[in-house]
């Protein structure tokens, strides 16, 4: 059986991603930036990667990428800040950086899996407990969750009843209840991805 080839674990990994971010910024092809940004939220899940991933200014390429027409791409990007939102540097980076609003309008895409990278990323910038980052329980978003908890989507309903248990104060999920369930317009919920048949 042949071996693996090793890698610099310093020097390879830094190159290779750094080739994977000029590919991205160079190319001219959708599918060549849909395929490049979805290896670097692969790599955006190993910790030993953050380091590299932040002076390669990924974050930033993944904030930025968040405000694009292609959903392709907006799904990729909030999937990378996800894996991201794991290390307290980059939680404090995509805080500074503004990321919280870019983050909440992913809640209204018709993505069903950019909506749960949304709101598990939005879970992994704050703390447990009311309080830790006010806009991430800003009150649109707590009525979002509200919606989302009623949707049909098990993944999507348990993932909100979680943020809303966990991340909201009792009185914060009640005075968003206290309005009608339509007031959250513009906030549809997701796409539910039909089962695939065997």
């Known amino acids: 059986m042949a071996q693996k080839p090793k890698v610099d674990p310093h020097v390879g990994r830094l190159g290779y991603l750094q080739a994977l971010v000029t590919e991205f ?3 001219q092809s959708q599918d060549a930036k849909e395929q490049v940004l979805a290896n670097l939220a692969n790599f955006a899940y190993d ?3 953050y380091q590299y991933l932040r002076q390669l200014q990924v974050l930033d390429l ?8 292609n959903e392709t791409l907006v799904e990729f990007a909030i999937g990378g800040l996800c894996n991201l939102c794991a290390d307290r540097a ?3 980076y995509i805080l500074q950086a503004g990321g ?3 983050i909440v309008n992913c809640l209204s895409s018709p993505s069903e899996e950019t909506v749960l990278s949304a709101v598990t990323a939005l879970m992994g910038l704050g703390s447990p407990g009311a309080g830790s980052h006010p806009e991430l329980t ?3 978003v707590v009525q979002c969750m509200l919606r989302f908890s009623l949707s049909a989507s098990a993944r999507l309903r348990n993932l909100a009843q979680i943020f809303l248990e966990d991340f909201c104060s009792p009185s914060q999920v ?3 209840r206290s309005w009608r369930a339509d007031a959250a317009l513009g906030i549809p919920l997701p796409r539910t991805e039909a089962p695939q048949q065997p």
């Open 25 to 27: 910024q160079e190319t």
């Open 47 to 49: 910790p030993a990667n």
């Open 62 to 69: 993944f904030l930025d990428s968040l405000s694009e027409e």
């Open 90 to 92: 980059n939680r404090e």
């Open 100 to 102: 919280v609003p870019l």
């Open 138 to 140: 800003a009150w649109p």
């Open 174 to 176: 009640a005075e968003a």
